[in-house]
């Protein structure tokens, strides 16, 4: 059975010019071993072949769709991110052909392109934590649709955040191909004023992250059974993105690097948005009591913070080959995250002037040279930052498990949740996040520690700081001690920090 993470169909760059030739979408136009009408086996074009209708998108035209069955959930339980792909091929199909209605070049710009985008790529994390929250919950085939709706959503939301995200910072790569705003710049270089082009491009990109968020909304909107409270988790999740979105904005501009401020806008801009939000929504249409649902969003807000800081740490020390994008993005962009800021503040606390002077001379440096890049990893190893944020993601994960643990759900969805949420932290579960296939539908998210090799030779942080907890240096002049404690209150995680 397929999985929707077996290969990256990225989209590729388009021919240059104002009316190209598309590469056409993955339609039943395209299907079949020996190639459509208009197209080739393997997706490609023609030539001279004319340009399809959006057809059925698929995420492989050689592979036949994914049997929905409602009545049947084992056959959805073994393949999760196939059956959100499913709903996901027949919604966007359906608004690529009235944005092509609207206008071509529209159409063939900006829709496609957001559709490919959310087809080609991505773990699905987000609607599989629906999906098994729902589950755990109680959930059966009532509910199913409206889940794996919601999950597709989902979906459309992150391709829209991405996208935007790029923009912003100037992205070059994006699951390793040209992002959404360069592609277009790329397209139309040949017919467009060149000091005009990467304008252009961000602008286009903009419209598109527009276009993908408002799919998201009608996607949810469609969900018609859905209950009061998933609309208002739906709600509340899109300010908590863009307020998060603006938080790091925020701190690149004024170079704020608190502790505090940082883990805010991590859990605003990633944890909420990708783990503690699918979870409470999967767990609303299951009609969870809120013991079940306190829970579920306790493990998902501290496993979602603890994502975001295997994150930066992967774009410091991870390897491009398996991030997509070039190492030290966040470094260059002088982006505040938890690392630096915990690099920063035990510098500080210890008198570190040469590692103050690296981090002064080196973030928010678009020009920063590898060799730059260098000093300021080993400033991160040396000052024990490094070896304190893999520290507090295997803090964050083990209180997560306990959360989950500390409520009834579904002995097989809690065993799903615990590897996928495992999975999404890159901290060891013993198991993969499905039954019997790879992840729940898809492969695992890959667990960080494999492209974000360990700092087991960092010096200890009680040896860069004699008398202090281990771990812990307070930031001078701050009332946030550092402490896993004040973390999760920064983030405004809610109950007693066991």
């Not at 999404?424 to 996040?433: C, L, N, Q, R, W």
Request: hydrophobic share 40%; charged share 25%.
């Amino acid at each position: 059975m397929r999985s929707s993470q077996a290969k990256d169909h990225s989209v590729a760059g388009a021919a240059p010019g104002p009316h190209p030739e598309p590469r056409p979408l993955r339609s039943e136009h395209t299907r079949g071993s020996a190639g459509g009408a208009h197209g080739a086996a393997d997706g490609t074009a023609r030539p001279g072949g004319g340009r399809p209708g959006p057809g059925r998108l698929t995420e492989d035209p050689r592979l036949p769709r994914f049997p929905l069955d409602m009545d049947d959930l084992h056959v959805i339980d073994t393949e999760v991110s196939a059956a959100v792909g499913r709903v996901l091929e027949d919604h966007l199909a359906e608004r690529v052909e009235r944005a092509a209605a609207l206008d071509p070049v529209f159409g063939h710009d900006l829709a496609e392109r957001v559709a490919r985008f959310t087809l080609d790529g991505g773990k699905r994390i987000r609607s599989r934590f629906v999906w098994w929250a729902l589950r755990a919950c109680g959930g059966g085939p009532r509910e199913a649709e409206a889940a794996l709706r919601v999950g597709a959503a989902l979906e459309l939301i992150q391709t829209g955040a991405l996208v935007h995200d790029d923009v912003m910072d100037d992205a070059r790569l994006r699951r390793g191909r040209p992002a959404l705003h360069v592609d277009v710049a790329a397209q139309y270089a040949d017919s467009v004023p060149r000091e005009l082009g990467p304008r252009f491009g961000e602008a286009a990109a903009i419209l598109a992250g527009d276009l993908s968020l408002a799919w998201a909304d009608d996607l949810l909107a469609s969900v018609g059974t859905a209950p009061v409270a998933v609309r208002d988790l739906w709600s509340a999740m899109r300010t908590e993105m863009v307020a998060g979105q603006y938080l790091d904005l925020h701190g690149q501009a004024t170079s704020s690097r608190s502790l505090a401020r940082a883990i805010r806008a991590a859990c605003l801009k990633s944890a909420l948005y990708s783990v503690e939000r699918p979870l409470a929504l999967g767990a609303a249409l299951a009609g969870a009591d809120a013991a079940r649902s306190e829970a579920l969003c306790a493990a998902g807000r501290r496993v979602g913070i603890a994502f975001q800081l295997r994150d930066d740490l992967a774009d410091v020390f991870g390897d491009p080959r398996r991030t997509g994008k070039p190492v030290g993005g966040d470094i260059r962009a002088g982006k505040p995250t938890y690392l630096v800021a915990l690099a920063q503040a035990r510098a500080e606390a210890t008198g570190d002037r040469h590692g103050l002077a690296v981090l002064r001379r080196s973030l928010g440096r678009a020009d920063l040279s590898d060799n730059r890049l260098e000093e300021v990893r080993d400033v991160l190893v040396t000052t024990g930052a490094r070896t304190i944020v893999e520290a507090r993601i295997e803090r964050l994960v083990a209180q997560g498990m306990r959360h989950l643990d500390s409520v009834p759900l579904e002995p097989d969805a809690r065993r799903r949740l615990r590897e996928l949420l495992h999975a999404t932290a890159g901290t060891a579960s013993g198991g993969t996040a499905s039954g019997g296939t790879a992840s729940g539908g898809g492969t695992a998210p890959t667990a960080a520690p494999s492209s974000v090799p360990s700092a087991s030779s960092a010096p200890s942080a009680s040896a860069v700081s004699p008398g202090a907890p281990p771990g812990e240096v307070p930031p001078p002049g701050t009332q946030d001690d550092g402490t896993h404690a004040s973390l999760l209150l920064a983030a405004g995680a809610e109950g007693a920090v066991r």
